[in-house]
Structures are given as structure tokens and as C-alpha cells.
């Protein structure tokens, strides 16, 4: 499976904009880019995706590498609902069933 | 429901006990899915059905574990003779279509987190 790189945990105070980074150096052509985020206590929930272009959203903004070996998720304003885990996740384009989440970048908002 | 339901939220079980695990996917959605998520870990895939067919269960760590969808709706994860390492939350998630096109969203339910002891 195709792998992504996160940092553990980041930071943001209220009502500031968060940049969340991820790596994914061995991305294929085929592979798009998913972010979900998981919130205390609840299932993962789908925040956006992208192949190439920078994606918008009313969540949030994703924001890919020319290269497409990094992205950057974008929260244009973190409120306290935003504190979550984010995972950056690859998915095969030969094999949609299934993608891999790592261990995601857990989110702590400062009011 | 509006949602992916799962049930029992959470189950205590004794170290070689069985336990059965229900997802209720949200109505018309064809594609299901079970993970596992140990503590602090993100989650981990299982198995997925497409319908009431199982089309994927390269994720299931042993013969213990076992998943049927037999109605293409309601969806049982069982695990036999549970040991202490199965101890995790485990999701369910569906989607409406089969073949999971790129701009699919998963929908996942709250979990189920499971001890045991």
C-alpha cells in the first residue's frame, strides 16, 4: 500500500488559519489524494480529495505539489470543533476498495 | 437512520469468548466495510462486501475473525475465541455504489470498542 507521511501533532489557536502537511513521496499516477478526520469518539468523517488540482471545498482547501509527492490540507479558520486526527490518504486508482490511513496528524486548538 | 448505526457501542469480553458485532449501513448503500483500530493507531482495513458479497477479507488477521453481509444490508463481524490483542474499536463504513468511483465518500459509523479482558 501506498504510504504517507504526517506529523504526529500540530497546534492552532482559534479562529487562525491551520496548514496540515503530508508526505507521500511513492504516490502513482493513478493515486488520489483523500483527507478524512476523525473527531474523540466517532468514526472517520470525509473532509476532501484531489488528483492534481488545488481542490476547494466548504470544509476546507487542498492544496497539491506540482510533483504531487506532498499536499497540504488548509483550514481557513480553526474553531474547537475542528480538533480531530486528520489522516492524508492515498487511493489506488487499480483498487478503490480499499486505502490506507496511517496514524494522522492529531489536531489541538487553542481557544 | 440518517447514518451508519453499529451496536453494541461498546462489549466486554472474557478472553476466549465469542462476540458478534452489527452494522446497520446507511439504506441503498451497496458497499460495506469492516476496519480495526487499535489505540492510537489509525484504522485498519478488514474486509469489504459488495452487497451480500464478500469481495475482499485480506485485512482479517486470523480464521477467528469472520464477516457476512447476508441480506446485502446488515452486516455481522464475528470473532471467535477472542484474545486480548483483538482489543480495538472496530468501524464499519458504507458507500452507495459498487465500484467506489474517486469522488466516493465513505460513511462510517461511531464503532464499536471492544475489551477484552
Known amino acids: 500500500d501506498a504510504k504517507t507521511t504526517q506529523p504526529n501533532s500540530m497546534e492552532s489557536n482559534e479562529e487562525e488559519p491551520v496548514h496540515l502537511p503530508c508526505n507521500h513521496s511513492?504516490?502513482?499516477?493513478?493515486?488520489?489524494i483523500h483527507w478524512y478526520r476523525q473527531l474523540p469518539s466517532q468514526g472517520p468523517e470525509y473532509v476532501i480529495h484531489?488528483?492534481?488540482s488545488n481542490v476547494n471545498n466548504r470544509m476546507a482547501s487542498l492544496a497539491i505539489a506540482e510533483d504531487r509527492k506532498s499536499s497540504t490540507l488548509i483550514l481557513h479558520r480553526a474553531t474547537l470543533r475542528d480538533a480531530a486526527v486528520y489522516y492524508c490518504?492515498?487511493?489506488?486508482?487499480?483498487?478503490?476498495?480499499?486505502?490506507?490511513f496511517g496514524s494522522g496528524t492529531k489536531l489541538n486548538v487553542k481557544p | 437512520g440518517a447514518g451508519v448505526s453499529q451496536s453494541p457501542r461498546y462489549k466486554v469480553a472474557k478472553r476466549g469468548q465469542d462476540v458478534a458485532l452489527r452494522c446497520d449501513p446507511i439504506?441503498?448503500?451497496?458497499?460495506l466495510f469492516w476496519y480495526q483500530q487499535a489505540l492510537g493507531q489509525g484504522p485498519e482495513f478488514l474486509t469489504y462486501?459488495?452487497?451480500?458479497?464478500?469481495?475482499?477479507k485480506s485485512g482479517l488477521p486470523s480464521d477467528r475473525f469472520f464477516a457476512e453481509r447476508p441480506e446485502g444490508s446488515v452486516s455481522t463481524l464475528k470473532i471467535q475465541r477472542t484474545q486480548q490483542e483483538d482489543s480495538a474499536v472496530y468501524l464499519c463504513?458504507?458507500?452507495?455504489?459498487?465500484?467506489?468511483?474517486?469522488?466516493?465518500?465513505?460513511?462510517f459509523g461511531s464503532g464499536t470498542q471492544l475489551s477484552v479482558l
Open positions: 463504513a458504507s458507500s452507495f455504489s459498487r465500484t467506489l468511483a474517486t469522488n466516493e465518500k465513505l460513511f
Open positions: 511513492t504516490i502513482s499516477g493513478t493515486d488520489y
Open positions: 484531489g488528483l492534481t
Open positions: 490518504i492515498l487511493r489506488p486508482g487499480y483498487n478503490f476498495n480499499k486505502f490506507y
Open positions: 439504506s441503498g448503500h451497496v458497499s
Open positions: 462486501f459488495q452487497n451480500e458479497a464478500q469481495l475482499d
